[in-house]
Nanobody, 129 residues
C-alpha cells in the first residue's frame, strides 16, 4: 500500500510561482516512477510531468516545458513540481501519482494514467489573471 499526500497548492497571480510537494509512504519509493497530473473544471485529467525512479529521465507536456520542473528526493520520499510563469490555464487540481512497475516509464507511455497505481487526493492551484 502506498499513500501519497500533496501539498503546496494555493492562489497565485499570473506570472508567479508555486512549488508542489508529494510525500509518499513505502520503503521502496526509490523504485517508483512518479508523475503529476492535473484536472481543470470540465476537462479531462491531463499528465503534466513524470520522473523516472532514478530521476535520470523526466518528461513534460508541451504546455509546461520551460516553466515547470519535476524533481525527486529519494532519501525523503518526496517528489516536487516547481511551477514558474504560471498563467490562468494552469488552474486545476494537481495530483501526484506513483507507478510501481520499475522501469516501465518511457517517453511514449509516461502520460497514460492507467500506468499509475496510486494517486493522491490532489491540491488546488488557482492562478488569477
Amino acid at each position: 500500500q502506498v499513500q501519497l499526500v500533496e501539498s503546496g497548492g494555493g492562489l497565485v497571480q499570473a506570472g508567479g510561482s508555486l512549488r508542489l510537494s508529494c510525500a509518499a509512504s513505502g520503503r521502496t519509493f526509490s523504485s517508483y516512477a512518479m508523475a503529476w497530473f492535473r484536472q481543470a473544471p470540465g476537462k479531462e485529467r491531463e499528465a503534466v510531468a513524470a520522473i523516472s525512479w532514478s530521476g535520470g529521465s523526466t518528461y513534460y507536456v508541451d504546455s509546461v516545458k520551460g516553466r515547470f520542473t519535476i524533481s525527486r528526493d529519494n532519501a525523503k520520499n518526496t517528489v516536487h513540481l516547481q511551477m514558474n510563469s504560471l498563467n490562468a490555464e494552469d488552474t486545476a487540481v494537481y495530483y501526484c501519482a506513483a507507478d510501481l512497475n520499475m522501469g516501465r516509464l518511457t517517453g511514449s507511455n509516461w502520460s497514460r494514467f492507467t500506468n499509475y497505481d496510486y494517486w493522491g487526493q490532489g491540491t488546488q492551484v488557482t492562478v488569477s489573471a
